[in-house]
């Protein structure tokens, strides 16, 4: 016996006359004087039974016991529907089935939730994710996850890629995040770190002569969860040996428009749009833009150079937005709380009314001149940031993003991808003074720039690349160091000690002294690029079991407090209370 002959989403009026047998989850189930209507459910949709006491005594009882969720079999006549009855919304509207035999193969005890109720908590989703994942919009997801992974392998199967499988428990590879550790009973007091990323393998596999290497590889970061974060997840990771920047950008848009294709939507053009680091952080104040609405920054440095306003006259930078609004005192009171959460000592306006009339504390300290340059159109604010660089671009950069959301400018129509090309190789950490990696520090500087002074860096640009889809970060790479000296130059402007570049670092090392080809890569992280590919705001959408903010999974209840005798074994000892881990 089988227990279906078809799915449910594919019953039409070619079976009428047919007798089938069907299986799935009740959706709903009713009544309606004697006649009892079953929608039942699979992942591909949903037709209508129907249960008639003068037909099938036994399946009417059945019928009366079902209640949502509960998986039943059924067999009968497939027949047209009455034509008051079709249902022109469900491509199974215009048939049903009559039922004769109705088997309950598996009950449910009530639900938790409706599947198909509204604003339900999303802890409590994630918590039944079984019951969650039975929606249409969650089988859908996952589907589209599927079908653009097979895209993309397929697109790197073409282009003679091998996926080639590297440990998950190493060392620790520096990507900018804390590790997860893993204690090991056969060596205890000794811990793997759960790898960031392939990073070191995958150019170990280019020093191995692999030659294209790609992998959908799970990477481990122990960072603070947010809408473009868990714990782990999955990235396309690919390394080339023997290419240029242009070689390596090729091959991801290749993979991505092949994901596009796999799913039936329409690609972006290619080539992607290229901009530069000190662009994007000029026009949008950060190296993720979101392009999709204007508002861009502009600068006003010189033009304030001499103004009579001292916050301007002594700022490093002043630089401003035009948002196509006249706001309020009050909108613009709740404007300057954010800027100050974000870092900015207070934020300068000229509102411009709609009649043309200008309403700004600062007005009478600027010059005709620099009224002029201001002077925006009628119904609209120019806000300022002035202070140092770096700062008054960020804050810039998050007003003009929450100012695109709240005014809903941003063209949710377009698909906006590009690169962000030619970062700084170092960045000076604003606390220590000490300099650092921006991207990894494997990444190899620009051509030309591989000497620098090792104390003080500044200037030297990285062979770096991003990709940015609709202000999401997809993705990072860079041509990689390929010579040993210049690896051990950028460890040392690092300030890593010889000692600890030959611990931690050894094997790399000796590796690039032994034959190292030119190489560079990728990675795109797939969640990320799957979440925007189905449109979802969050990657947990397309996560089956992810964690919640805290960093628990709410369904299985870890992580969890372990035994003294565990530990012991494994040479640790918990410090924190059992019950702080527990939340
Ligand atoms: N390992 C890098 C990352 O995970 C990507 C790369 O440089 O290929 O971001």
């Known amino acids: 016996m089988s227990w279906r002959d078809l799915y449910c989403g594919e019953l039409r009026s ?51 016991e079902l209640r949502n969720e509960f998986v039943v079999q059924a067999e009968g006549e497939v027949v047209a529907r009455a034509p008051e009855a079709v249902n022109p919304n469900l491509p199974t509207g215009e048939v049903e089935i009559q039922v004769d035999t109705l088997r309950i193969l598996s009950r449910s005890t009530p639900l938790p939730f409706q599947l198909d109720e509204e604003n339900v908590d999303e802890t409590l989703r994630l918590r039944y994710r079984w019951l969650d994942m039975r929606r249409d919009k969650m089988q859908h997801n ?23 499988w590297t440990p998950s428990m190493t060392r620790g590879t520096p990507e900018g995040a804390r590790d997860f550790l893993v204690p090991v009973r056969l060596q205890p007091g000794k811990f793997f770190a759960l790898a960031q990323s392939p990073q070191l ?27 473009d974060r868990q714990f782990e997840f999955r990235q396309l990771d690919l390394e080339m040996a023997f290419v240029e920047r242009e070689d390596v950008l090729d091959v991801m848009e290749q993979a991505v428009v092949a994901a596009f294709e796999a799913v039936g939507d329409e690609a972006p053009a290619r080539p992607f749009e290229r901009i530069s680091f ?24 010189e033009l304030t150079r001499n103004s009579e306003f001292g916050v301007f006259k002594n700022a490093p930078a002043v630089r401003y937005i035009v948002a196509p609004k006249a706001f309020s005192r009050a909108e613009l009171g709740r404007l300057e709380d954010l800027a100050k959460e974000w870092g900015a000592k207070g934020l300068a306006y000229i509102v411009v009314d709609e009649s043309g009339e200008v309403r700004s504390p600062i007005a009478k300290f600027l010059s005709e001149q620099e009224l002029a340059a201001f002077k925006a159109e009628p119904g609209s604010t120019v806000l300022f940031g002035a202070g140092d660089e770096a700062a008054v671009a960020r804050v810039l950069g998050l007003l003009r993003l929450h100012l695109g959301r709240e005014l809903d400018l941003i063209d949710t129509t377009r698909n906006d991808f590009h690169w962000v090309l030619d970062f700084p190789l170092f960045e000076q950490d604003e606390d220590t003074g000490q300099w650092t990696f921006l991207h990894h520090p494997f990444t190899a500087p620009m051509p030309g720039q591989e000497t620098w ?19 999401w970060e997809l993705g990072s790479g860079s041509i990689r160091i390929h010579d ?20 931690k670092f050894g094997f790399l090392l000796e590796a690039l002294a032994m034959g ?22 969050d990657i947990r959408q397309v996560v089956a079991f992810p964690k919640i903010s805290s960093g628990a999974d709410p369904l299985t209840g870890a992580p969890t407090p372990m035994p003294n005798e565990v530990l012991r074994e494994l040479g640790i000892s918990a410090i924190a209370p059992e019950n702080s881990s527990s939340r």
């Open 14 to 64: 070619d079976h009428i006359g047919k007798r089938l047998t069907v299986a799935g989850w009740v959706d709903t189930r009713r009544d309606h004087g004697g006649l009892v209507f079953i929608d039942l459910r699979d992942h591909t949709g949903k037709l209508q039974l129907v249960v008639n006491p003068e037909r099938a005594a036994e399946a009417k009882d059945a019928a009366h």
């Open 142 to 164: 996952f589907r589209v996850q599927h079908t653009a992974i097979a895209g993309i392998r397929r697109q790197m199967d073409a282009l003679g890629f091998v996926d080639v």
């Open 201 to 227: 393998f995958k150019q170990l596999c280019m020093i191995g002569g692999i030659d294209r290497y790609y992998q959908i590889a799970t990477c481990w970061r122990d960072e603070d969860l947010r809408a």
């Open 278 to 301: 000190d662009e994007a952080v000029a026009k949008y104040g950060n190296d993720r833009p979101d392009r999709r609405f204007g508002m861009e920054i502009q600068d006003a440095t």
């Open 453 to 471: 002074d090792e104390s003080n860096p500044e200037g030297v640009r990285g062979q770096h690349y991003d990709l940015i889809w609709n202000g």
């Open 484 to 503: 040993v000296e210049l690896q051990e130059r950028v460890f040392r402007t690092m300030g890593v000690s010889d000692e600890e570049q030959q611990s």
């Open 516 to 537: 190292a080809p030119p190489h560079g890569g990728f990675a795109m992280g797939i969640e990320r690029f799957v979440a925007q590919l189905a449109n979802e705001p």
